[in-house]
């Protein structure tokens, strides 16, 4: 399955991004925890050299909390002040303030040589689409404000978000790069959700996650579809067979009585995007992309 993605506004984007770096000091970009490198912007270190910088390793509740853990040392050893959060929950957010001055210690100790008082930090806020950026924005503001009593400000014109008289967060739009050097990363993005469904054939993509869930989580299909426990590597033909399986346990049926494919496909990505399969990491730190060592199979 080939993923190419070209998106008109991309080039824009970019540019608006270098001219946002020189008003922050932060730079607060969200990962998906179960695709943690493949969902960074690659060109996020460039443009964001010097900025202190931090991940908030979200959707953590849909990840392998074991590869959590590692990925969240992966960061930490790169330099990054790592929050591990659930920003659908709330769960992990009371950490970031704490986070955020930490990565900052350097700005706010010259701040205060130079006389300077209480300027707030100013944070950009990155992640590609999907990745739960509204949802962090939202939360983070309420629990922010709920503290002091303020309401964030959103100052018109511009994404700005003023959240108290320490932080204040710019909000930049989501935006996925023209093209994936490996294909890997591409279909992991389109597995997360990240691609836009309609650009991709949702059986394929099925398959290829049959395959992958096999190799690493063979428990996962076996559990929550009542199906033999698959045994990898499978073939193309066999992806296919354990998908038509599903939709005969799903009862999955065309009008004549055949097997319908297309809505069994489109169960088992949305059974994986929300986490009914179980808890599922697609990515290693140690070998990125690669599969999980046996102890970690499911
Ligand atoms: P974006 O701005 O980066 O594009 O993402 P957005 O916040 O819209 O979030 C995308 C989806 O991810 C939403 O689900 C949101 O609820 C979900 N989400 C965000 N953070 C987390 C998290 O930490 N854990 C889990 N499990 N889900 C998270 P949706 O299905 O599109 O909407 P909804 O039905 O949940 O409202």
Sequence with gaps: MNIQWYPGHMTKAKRAMKEDMKLIDLIIELVDARVPLGSRNPDIDDLGAGKARMVLLNKSDLADEKIN????????????????????????????????????????????????????????????????????????????????????G????????????????????????????????????????????????????ALELIQLLSRNYPKALAERYQIEKPAAPLTAGESHLILKEIARVRACLLKGGELDTAKAAAIVLEDFRSGRLGRITLEQPCREGGELPKEDQG
């Design 69 to 152: 853990g590692q990925w969240v040392e992966y960061f930490i050893n790169q330099g990054f002040q790592v929050v591990k959060v659930n920003c659908k929950t709330g769960d992990g957010l009371k950490q970031i303030g704490a986070a955020v001055q930490d990565a900052c210690k350097e700005k706010i100790e010259r701040d205060r040589r130079r006389g300077i008082q209480n300027r707030p930090i100013r944070a950009m806020v990155v992640g590609i689409p999907n990745v739960g950026k509204s949802t962090f924005i939202n939360a983070f503001a309420k629990k922010a404000c709920a503290k002091t009593g303020n309401k964030p």
């Design 154 to 205: 959103v100052t018109k014109g511009n994404q700005w978000i003023r959240l108290n008289k320490t932080l204040e967060l710019l909000d930049t739009p989501g935006i996925l790069w023209p093209k994936f050097e490996d294909q890997q990363v591409g279909l992991h993005l389109a597995f997360i959700g990240s691609i836009n469904d309609e650009i991709l054939n949702k059986e394929e993509l």
